[in-house]
């Protein structure tokens, strides 16, 4: 599988190969894998913190549930430029998909 890119995160670190998206923790533990064929949008959000204060996300719409249900991942980001980047590298990995199914 062909590897695309990573995108340092800080505490976290987000792989991108041309098919999934996968975000490791500070120990290198996998925090969440996402293959782009399920992703049926991607957008950055402002969302509230614990202390109410601003923080902001990538809200993942599934086009294919989890196996808990769950119809959308959330991946939050320290800043809105930081969730920008990351949705747009998100969002080349869904068009090669997209693309590919095109041919």
């Known amino acids: 599988e062909n590897y695309l890119g990573h995108f340092d995160m800080g505490d976290r670190v987000a792989l991108l190969s041309v098919k999934r998206l996968i975000l490791l923790g500070p120990k290198g533990q996998e925090l969440m ?60 990995g869904i068009d090669v998909i997209a693309s590919d199914k095109a041919m």
Not at 58 to 65: A, F, K, M, R, W
């Open 33 to 92: 894998a996402l293959k782009y064929k399920h992703v049926s949008k991607a957008e950055v959000r402002q969302i509230p913190n614990d202390d109410n204060s601003i923080g902001w996300a990538i809200i993942i719409v599934l086009n294919t549930p989890r196996k808990n249900g769950s119809e959308v991942e959330v991946l939050t980001c320290k800043s809105r430029q930081e969730a920008e980047e990351l949705c747009a590298h998100l969002q080349r």
